[in-house]
């Protein structure tokens, strides 16, 4: 580095008066570009298609010769989506507060709000284009397993059942935003996330075999149940209410406190 | 212009941040001094919105913060150079800043050059930067929205003395040119060399504020002469109070004009005449004494709450 004096910059102007606002689809574009342009970020992308193509291939040797099936494929390719989704998630939010670089975004974007609002819309961007994605490889694994195993190709998932998993795989997503805006650190968030998804149900298990007034409380009250309805097929009656009812409990809500606690807390 | 009228910051029973007031002029660089601890990141904090204030309210060109429609245009901000991924590089730094803002994408070559990062410097992931380089890039990012006004936190700090002229020069430079510039520093010497205003604060109150130039001229003046004794005698008689450095100094709270009128007057010949050297630094040790010994609580007690 040597020393110059500076030339390069235009003559000052204190007033931008028509300056106009960022647009949220700038905000957006530039907090989908922040998810790939570090390392970790890259590969956590790059994993959700490794997963992918991993599960595929471990169905087409694993699973029974009668399961292949498109419907198998779909299940054994969304698992490791709804787990890695998640995490993107939380790091979208958190990356501002772990590596402070919401000194700068806060400072450029005052209004929090809308910054919040970009990272869920490119959260949830990923998350679709992740799911398409997953189905394309899901048709490749069923042509190509069926073919090796000279089985008959079934194509049983439904529009209506690969709409329901795409909702299942975004509440799991959109609960990693949560609990990035509600802990607003990477570690924190993340083991939260796998107590929600991984002890808590477990909880439940235990719970409702002991007790047993709690088995029919439970899909009301147990999350990950009821987004099994959505992974399992299109849910019935009730199942849906029951959907909607533990995420308003375990993400709408929580979501609102978080909310709440990113405008008011302090960038440092 | 930057203006912040009487703005407070309390954590609890704590107050960090004490009615501090004070206004940024367009062609001027204003030096915001304070030992560490002091309140100055606090108070540039709360004037772009990232801590809220207990009381009071800022301005910057003549809007709050939250109000101007694109702010990276109108104002430049460097509050920490530490604070970015690690994982990015600078020229992805600066390209996120860029995009951000809807500017040109040769704004990123443009301010690299400026700031005197080579290609190779800016591909590299600003973890393994120094901390002088870190503070480059952060100079980058705050100008390349060409704004009027420029806000940073310890800009000098971890540059090499080069750097540090350089750091000068350029916001002389902006400043002649008619931008505003609030920098902070802990260190005296730093603001002396290249502010035209400095606002002094301790325990998060202005202690002190006005032009360098008022600031050294009101403390006093050092005169020199073969005979000292003759020349204190002159002095005394002229009603002028006088000490005796070990040098053979001879130490007066009068202006630099008077005493060497009075010597002259008494046929003195004087061998030096001079505003009295570090003067600025005792009135900064004098003021801020109390400060000074237990000049890391207030930030303590920040990461305290901050981590509770």
Redesign the interface.
């Given at each position: 580095?040597?020393?110059?004096?500076?030339t390069?910059?235009?003559?000052?102007?204190?007033?931008?008066v028509d300056?106009?606002?960022?647009p949220l689809g700038?905000?957006v574009?530039?907090e989908l570009?922040?998810m790939f342009?570090?390392?970790?970020?890259f590969w956590l992308m790059a994993s959700l298609v490794i997963l992918g193509v991993v599960a595929t291939i471990g169905t087409i040797l694993f699973a029974p010769d009668d399961e292949l099936t498109h419907n198998t494929f779909a299940a054994a390719i969304g698992f490791p989506m709804t787990v890695v989704l998640p995490i993107i998630a939380i790091l979208a939010i958190t990356?501002e507060w772990s590596?402070?670089?919401?000194?700068?975004t806060?400072?450029?974007?005052?209004?929090r709000r809308q910054v919040l609002l970009a990272k869920i819309v490119s959260s949830v961007v990923v998350g679709i284009g992740a799911m398409l994605v997953a189905l394309v490889v899901g048709v490749a694994g069923n042509v190509v397993g069926t073919a090796i195993t000279g089985t008959d190709r079934v194509w049983d998932l439904s529009v209506a059942q690969f709409g329901t998993i795409v909702i299942g795989s975004l509440l799991c997503l959109l609960t990693g935003t949560m609990l990035g805006m509600v802990i607003r650190n990477s570690a924190g968030a993340l083991v939260t996330y796998f107590v929600l998804t991984l002890v808590l149900p477990t909880v439940f298990g235990i719970l409702a075999a002991s007790q047993p007034d709690f088995v029919d409380i439970r899909p009301w009250v147990d999350a990950e149940l009821a987004r099994s309805f959505l992974f399992d097929g299109p849910p019935q009656g009730e199942q849906w209410g029951q959907v909607a009812a533990t995420a308003g409990l375990w993400l709408v809500l929580p979501a609102l406190l978080g909310l709440r606690a990113v405008l008011?807390s302090?960038?440092? | 212009m930057i203006t912040i009228d009487s703005l407070t910051k309390k954590y609890g029973r704590t107050t960090v941040v004490d009615g501090v007031s004070l206004v940024a002029r367009p062609g001027r660089v204003t030096g915001f001094l304070g030992p560490n601890g002091a309140g100055k990141s606090t108070t540039m904090r709360m004037v772009v919105g990232l801590t809220k204030p207990t009381s009071g309210s800022s301005t910057v060109a003549g809007r709050p913060f939250h109000d101007l429609p694109n702010p990276g245009r109108d104002i430049g901000v460097m509050l920490d150079a530490s604070a970015q991924h690690a994982g990015r590089s600078g020229r992805e730094i600066l390209t996120i800043v860029q995009q951000m803002l809807g500017l040109p994408g040769r704004r990123v070559d443009e301010m690299l050059d400026l700031v005197s990062l080579t290609r190779a410097e800016a591909d590299r992931r600003v973890g393994n930067y120094s901390l002088g380089m870190r503070q480059r890039l952060g100079i980058a990012t705050a100008l390349i929205g060409n704004p009027g006004v420029l806000m940073l936190d310890e800009p000098a700090n971890g540059l090499d003395p080069a750097g540090i002229r350089w750091m000068r020069d350029l916001l002389r430079d902006f400043a002649d040119r008619g931008g505003t510039v609030l920098l902070s520093s802990h260190l005296l010497r730093e603001v002396e060399v290249i502010a035209d205003d400095i606002v002094m604060i301790g325990h998060g109150r202005v202690v002190c504020e006005g032009s360098k130039a008022d600031l050294v001229r009101s403390v006093g003046t050092v005169a020199r002469a073969d005979d000292t004794a003759t020349l204190r005698r002159a002095l005394h008689a002229a009603g002028i109070d006088t000490t005796v450095s070990d040098e053979g100094g001879v130490t007066t709270t009068a202006e630099p004009a008077h005493v060497g009128r009075v010597a002259f007057t008494a046929g003195i010949a004087l061998t030096e005449l001079r505003t009295a050297d570090g003067g600025l630094e005792d009135m900064f040790l004098e003021l801020t004494a109390d400060t000074q010994r237990e000049d890391t609580s207030p930030k303590k007690l920040h990461r305290e709450r901050a981590a509770a």
């Open positions: 580095m040597t020393t110059t004096s500076p390069t910059y235009d003559s000052l102007h204190e007033h931008h300056a106009p606002t960022i700038r905000i574009r530039v570009r922040k342009d570090t390392r970790s970020g990356g590596q402070r670089t919401g000194l700068t806060f400072t450029l974007v005052p209004d008011r302090e960038v440092k | -």
